[in-house]
């Protein structure tokens, strides 16, 4: 069975610009939250959504949204890029939320702004 | 203060050392808990999930303790290939799964 995908792979992009990226989690899994992780740190969570809804949000500003589509896959927009959005953006599935779930990390996209 | 906290490390140990990791929490309703390996520029995947009762998959095993809200990982007999960061996860009630720094382990021949 196919682990989550994402794609791009790597990205590069300039100040002041958006990106899209995206994610389709394990087949059978409703649950997709982002994270941004910056070298030497963990993951830091910036969204879940669960059927469709957002279920959760990070501190993370409101350049930042997303989406989750009927098939389950989602979308991580950023406008408005800063130098400091360079980062691997990871995806992770789950099969539910709820008390008690894990969850399945895709390979991420790294994101370079210049 | 962080919401989760590890010592950084790193931990350099030969193969066959028993090794142990720490980890402590800030948000006393954290209801889930989670260690998670990362390989150099890879993801992180998930090792166990961390049960009140405390559980043991082959040669690691994992404590809670919620009332001092600290959650320990223990690997036994260390390969080489247990070379990794080991993170600590814990989730809160709104779904917020929050990382730690995590810890580095280099396992030596």
């Known amino acids: 069975d196919a682990g989550v995908t994402q794609s791009p792979t790597h990205l590069i992009k300039t100040r002041g610009q958006h990106v899209t990226l995206r994610c389709s989690p394990i087949s059978g899994h409703k649950s997709v939250s982002w994270y941004q992780q910056v070298l030497g740190q963990g993951p830091q969570f910036i969204f879940q959504?669960?059927?469709?809804?957002?279920?959760g949000r990070g501190n993370f500003p409101d350049r930042f949204s997303a989406r989750q589509f009927p098939n389950y896959s989602s979308e991580l927009n950023v406008n408005a890029l800063l130098l400091g959005d360079s980062a691997l953006y990871l995806c992770?599935?789950?099969?539910?939320?709820?008390?008690?779930?894990?969850?399945?990390f895709g390979p991420g996209t790294r994101l370079t702004v210049t | 203060r962080k919401e989760v906290e590890q010592d950084p490390g790193p931990f350099n140990v030969p193969e066959g050392a028993t090794v142990a990791f720490n980890c402590t929490y800030s948000?006393?309703?954290?209801?889930?808990f989670f260690w998670y390996r990362q390989d150099c520029r890879k993801e992180p995947k998930l090792l166990m999930s961390v049960y009140s009762s405390g559980n043991e998959d082959g040669r690691f095993t994992a404590q809670l303790n919620r009332a001092s809200q600290y959650i320990s990982l223990l690997i036994r007999d260390s390969k080489l290939s247990d070379s990794a960061t080991y993170l600590c996860?814990?989730?809160?009630?709104?779904?917020?799964?929050?990382f730690g720094a995590g810890t580095r382990l280099t396992v030596k021949p």
């Open positions: 992770a599935s789950s099969l539910l939320s709820g008390r008690a779930y894990e969850q399945y």
């Open positions: 948000n006393s309703a954290s209801q889930s």
């Open positions: 996860v814990v989730k809160t009630h709104n779904n917020d799964m929050r």
């Open positions: 959504y669960y059927e469709k809804e957002e279920r």
